[in-house]
């Protein structure tokens, strides 16, 4: 247990349907980062929060879009997936940007 | 841009063995990490570095900060199945404070 959570844990969705993950981190962090794994492939970053500002966005197609309400929480809203985007979906966290950073357990995401 | 060259890329070695993988850099990083991940978790960190030279262990594992400050080494003492896994190193980089990621080791380890 890291003390960050990821839900779902698994989805399967079709390239006309929008969702949402969601992570939560309990640890008291102040910045949250989106990743994308991919088989074979280095862990790809995505998005960076840093006290609920984006700090960075690695040209992320827009289908993707990722939201921080809090410092404990994170978005990543999908809609009009490609097949391709499936892949292992990990949130992490750390005290500040760039410190140690904490992962969650992952969504593997399916795009039908 | 900066990346981290991570070696080797996959291993299999007999339970009992010792293991040792390295990620090396042209860049020049403040602080080095080493995280396994399990098949469908995500990554659990091992290991922390901040100061070169220093040498860090974790039961049967000991990493190292190189002295250039532009590489890491992790080894694993007399390798068991649950050591089996995917070991990234990560690190820090010294102007930018971005963490980045090596490519992993894929490690299999035969009873």
């Known amino acids: 247990e890291t003390g960050v959570t990821q839900t779902p844990r698994h989805l399967v969705m079709g390239m006309t349907n929008k969702k949402s993950l969601k992570c939560e981190q309990h640890?008291?962090?102040?910045?949250m980062y989106w990743y994308k794994q991919s088989a074979k492939k280095p862990l790809e970053l995505m998005f960076v929060?840093?006290?609920?500002?984006?700090?960075e966005n690695n040209s992320v197609p827009s289908r993707f879009s990722p939201e921080c309400p809090n410092s404990s929480h994170l978005f990543l809203h999908l809609h009009t997936l490609q097949p391709e985007d499936s892949a292992l979906y990990l949130c992490?966290?750390?005290?500040?940007?760039?410190?140690?950073?904490?992962f969650g357990p992952g969504t593997r995401l399916t795009v039908t | 841009g900066q990346q981290l060259n991570q070696s080797p890329q996959s291993m299999f070695i007999q339970e009992g063995e010792d293991v040792s993988m390295n990620c090396t850099s042209s860049?020049?990083?403040?602080?080095w990490l080493w995280y396994k991940q399990d098949p469908g978790e995500g990554p659990v960190l091992l290991i922390a570095?901040?100061?070169?030279?220093e040498l860090t262990s974790n039961g049967r594992l000991t990493a190292q900060f190189g002295i250039t400050r532009k590489d890491s080494f992790l080894n694993i003492s007399a390798s068991i199945p649950s050591d089996v896994g995917i070991y990234f190193c990560?690190?820090?980089?010294?102007?930018?404070?971005?963490?980045?990621f090596g490519t992993g080791t894929r490690l299999q380890v035969f009873p």
């Open positions: 992490a966290s750390s005290q500040d940007y760039g410190g140690e950073q904490y």
């Open positions: 640890l008291g962090h102040n910045a």
């Open positions: 929060y840093s006290l609920e500002e984006r700090v």
């Open positions: 860049s020049i990083f403040n602080t």
């Open positions: 570095l901040y100061k070169a030279g």
């Open positions: 990560a690190g820090q980089l010294e102007d930018t404070d971005k963490l980045i």
